[in-house]
């Protein structure tokens, strides 16, 4: 069975620019979330969706946000990007997106602003 | 607020020797979720090992194995017969309540297996 996808792998960006990352779940989970990583850091969260709904928002100023498709497939936008925006943002699936679950996560999306 | 704390920024262990990396953790919450991770090089965070806080007995996968001392809040990770591709970064994290599988991660342990 297929893993958790993500497009791109790597993007290069300049300040200001808006950023699209996107998103494919493990076939039958519901719950996606989204992880911030910067280099030497754990990753941060950045927000949760459940059944397209948001569930859980971390402390990300408005620039960041997201949706959650009828397939269960998520998107991470971010606008007026800057230089602190960089960094590697994984993406994570499980099936209920409860606190037992285990949330497997994809390869990640690599972003640089210049 | 919720903490995850590894004190070990990296550690270094001989091939097929066994290797425990620390993790405490801080919260006031009754149920929660303890997990491992490890990520490689490549940068994909690859699930290890869970254990609820409700579970009695210690979880094991495998090699892998969470010494789970409630008390003391921590839970750290045991790493049998170390194997070189073992070498990686190993982030413990935890979850809280039950309505969200939010992750709080701590700042992780590099570890080098030699031959």
Redesign the interface.
């Known amino acids: 069975d297929a893993g958790v996808t993500q497009s791109p792998t790597h993007l290069i960006k300049t300040r200001g620019q808006h950023v699209t990352l996107r998103c494919s779940p493990i076939s039958g989970h519901k719950?996606v979330?989204w992880?911030q990583q910067v280099l030497g850091?754990?990753?941060?969260?950045i927000f949760?969706y459940y059944e397209k709904e948001e569930?859980?928002r971390?402390n990300f100023p408005d620039r960041f946000s997201a949706r959650q498709f009828p397939n269960y497939s998520s998107e991470l936008n971010v606008n007026a990007l800057l230089l602190g925006d960089s960094a590697?943002y994984?993406c994570?699936s499980?099936f209920s997106?409860?606190?037992?679950?285990?949330?497997?996560?994809?390869?990640?999306t690599?972003l640089t602003v210049l | 607020a919720q903490k995850i704390t590894q004190t070990q920024p990296g550690m270094f262990v001989q091939e097929k020797e066994a290797v425990t990396l620390d993790c405490t953790y801080d919260t006031s919450d009754q149920s929660y979720g303890l997990f491992w991770y490890k990520q490689p090089s490549s940068g994909e965070m690859i699930f290890l090992i869970y254990q609820g806080s409700y579970d009695e007995q210690n979880a094991t996968e495998g090699r892998y194995s969470l010494n789970f001392q409630k008390a003391r809040k921590s839970a750290n990770l045991v790493i049998s017969a170390s194997q070189l591709g073992d070498s990686a970064m190993y982030f413990c994290a935890m979850t809280r309540g039950a309505n969200t599988d939010k992750l709080i991660f701590g700042t992780g342990t590099r570890l080098q297996v030699f031959p």
């Open positions: 719950s979330s992880y850091q754990g990753p941060q969260f949760q569930r859980g971390g590697l994984l994570a499980s997106g409860i606190s037992t679950d285990t949330q497997y996560f994809g390869p990640g690599r």
